[in-house]
């Protein structure tokens, strides 16, 4: 019974710009070139995928999320489905996740269980494809099943990311702006929001989409942390998705000494960026002030989705 297990950090959305059309505003129809611009931060903080292959004359799937049946976890099914349609393989396969972030509060859940599931069972099964490959089939599996359209470029990268051209891994572009040495992330989640529900809105990307260009633009024109909070916090404002109390969220952080903050895309949750000697102060400060909340901190991951080495290997 081949096993294998794969690592991918969460990834932070903090704003985001929906492409779905060509550069003269053609619809497009390849889930490959379909995307975001945005950008966000890949965690430490993640997903551990384990994945268990066994002979069998019919595919089958089974996925478990933190010990339980995931029948939601459809994006990572689809995915696992079409990595042994397109290698001509029928297999029994067994994928346990081990998520240590809530799930639809814009962690990138989705997109990172996908991936980790996709490069374990690639592992397992011995299975002839490159990482680029993988990260393709990760990112149209999230805009088939609209779980998300841009994570996956940046969870193949990790680090602090800016998505600068939408699409699949090999097709968009990612680069990484520099994280401040001696910092850490520091999360309050107060529920989810469906990914899917936000994406069907109707004239979503209108709403958005201006938004999200002014920010890039400032980003661009100044790329380091401060301006990207900035730019993160004005467009969640601008959009209409900050609440009362996730703007209340954001400034009690930032007055208690964080650089700033910015809302999960999508999520009723708020990561703040602070020098690494000051997050227990600022964690107790909003636990204090926000009841029902999640508080959890993290170092950023500066690699991308990976395997996990075995600690005795056999020779």
């Known amino acids: 019974m081949p096993v294998s297990e794969a690592v991918c950090p969460a990834g932070i959305s903090s704003f985001f710009e929906i492409c779905t059309t060509d550069s003269v505003g053609r619809p497009l129809t390849d889930p490959a070139q379909i995307g975001a611009r945005g950008g966000g931060f890949g965690i430490a903080r993640g997903i551990r995928a384990r994945v268990a292959v066994h002979r069998a004359s ?45 799930i639809g509060a814009g962690y990138g859940t989705s997109a990172a269980g996908t991936a980790a599931s996709s490069l374990a069972l690639a592992h397992a099964a011995q299975l002839p494809i490159t990482l680029n490959e993988l990260g393709k089939l990760t990112h149209v599996a999230e ?28 097709i968009g572009r990612v680069d990484r702006l520099l994280f401040p040495k001696g910092h850490s ?44 909070l900035t730019e993160a916090r004005n467009f969640s404002r601008e959009v209409g998705f900050q609440t009362p109390e996730i ?61 996990v080495e075995e600690r005795n290997p056999k020779h």
């Open 58 to 102: 019919k595919t089958c799937i089974e996925i478990r999320i933190n010990s339980k049946p995931a029948p939601e976890a459809r994006t990572t099914k689809w995915a696992l489905e079409q990595l042994l349609r397109k290698a001509g393989k029928t297999l029994r396969v067994r994928a346990d996740l081990s998520v240590s972030v809530p």
């Open 143 to 170: 805009v088939v099943n609209g779980t998300g359209l841009g994570t996956a470029s940046a969870l193949f990268v990790g680090g602090f990311v800016l998505v600068t051209e939408p699409g699949a891994p090999g």
């Open 185 to 228: 992330i520091l999360c309050v989640y107060l529920g989810s929001i469906p990914t899917q529900d936000t994406l069907r809105q109707v004239d979503i990307a209108s709403k958005v989409n201006p938004a999200a260009r002014r920010a890039m633009a400032s980003i661009r024109r100044k790329p380091d942390l401060s301006t990207f």
């Open 247 to 307: 703007t209340r969220i954001m400034e009690t952080a930032i007055s208690a000494g964080a650089v700033g903050a910015a809302q999960n895309m999508i999520g009723k949750a708020v990561h703040t960026v602070a020098e690494t000697s000051k997050i227990s102060r600022i964690a107790r400060v909003l636990r204090s002030t926000t009841a029902n909340a999640f508080v959890f901190s993290s170092h950023l991951a500066n690699t991308g989705v990976r395997l």
